[in-house]
């Protein structure tokens, strides 16, 4: 059984940094991609970065803007997603999603899509106050 696991959110000024982390566990496929999502209230699951197991990252360049990094921790026990958020601003706030699913190779041009992926996490709160 494939299970996700977020930690890391919280409240932080802005300005402030936070840094996401997902264990993941009972993903037994070799080639993979993983990737953070968000959801703020009222609005649509959007993709904010993606990484696959060959190291190749995608992100979404409007709502990162050069202040996030996407990781990806691997040892013989557990894979770990995390997601290293800098400068947070207000728009940030929302719930964020780690995800699993197929390499990039086979979602060309999908790799941001929330349908792209079939595993999800429960999610984690961020809340940045001005």
């Known amino acids: 059984q494939v299970m996700l696991v977020e930690s890391g959110g919280g409240s932080v000024q802005a300005g402030g940094s936070l840094k996401l982390s997902c264990a993941v566990s009972?993903?037994?496929?070799?080639?993979?991609?993983m990737g953070w999502f968000r959801q703020a209230p009222g609005k649509e699951r959007e993709g904010v970065a993606v990484?696959?197991?060959?190291?190749?990252?995608?992100?979404?360049d409007s709502i990162v803007k050069g202040r996030f990094t996407i990781g990806l921790d691997r040892d013989s026990r557990q894979l770990r997603l995390n997601l290293q958020m800098n400068n947070l601003e207000p728009e940030d706030t929302a719930v964020y999603y780690c995800?699993?699913?197929?390499?990039?190779?086979?979602?060309?041009?999908?790799?941001?899509?929330?349908?792209?992926?079939?595993?999800w996490g429960q999610g984690t709160t961020v809340t940045v106050t001005s």
């Open positions: 009972g993903y037994k496929y070799s080639t993979y991609s």
């Open positions: 990484i696959d197991s060959g190291g190749r990252t995608i992100y979404a």
């Open positions: 995800a699993a699913g197929p390499p990039m190779r086979q979602i060309p041009g999908l790799e941001l899509k929330a349908r792209s992926f079939g595993h």
